[in-house]
């Protein structure tokens, strides 16, 4: 009963106006995840395929969320959205961001890491 209150609300928090469908398939498709266990510390790494682009869970999630734009930049995905100044408003460089933070949540959520 709890999992599933957490999951309803989980749900309603973040519709699918929010997210970016195609940036987020796209994330879905290609990560690969495998763990190791380094010093009894088990250490989950997503490769992207196709890429050279990887992060593993002992980095923050910033610096995975800017491992994720520089990916996504370098297949063209979404404008030039990072060329304008950041205290200005912009809905779909939020909308991306969101995306992102959505994919990881996902990530941390199914493999166990934080």
């Known amino acids: 009963m709890k999992e599933l209150i957490k ?3 989980r ?3 973040v519709s699918n106006n929010d997210l970016d469908m195609k940036v987020l398939n796209f994330l879905r498709r290609r990560a690969r995840v495998a ?3 380094v010093a009894d510390i088990e250490v989950v790494s997503i ?10 869970s002992l980095q ?3 610096k995975m969320e800017s491992i994720i734009i520089e990916l996504l930049y370098s297949f063209e995905l979404f404008q030039d959205m990072f060329d304008m ?3 200005e408003y912009n809905s779909y460089r939020q909308k991306i961001v969101k995306t992102i933070r959505y994919f990881l949540n996902e990530l941390m959520k199914n493999e166990r890491f934080s």
């Not at 490769?47 to 593993?56: I, K, L, P, V």
């Open 11 to 13: 749900e309603e928090s």
């Open 85 to 87: 100044p950041t205290n």
């Open 35 to 37: 763990k190791q266990n």
């Open 47 to 56: 490769m992207f395929d196709g890429t050279d682009y990887g992060f593993n």
């Open 60 to 62: 923050s999630k910033k």
């Open 7 to 9: 999951r309803i609300i």
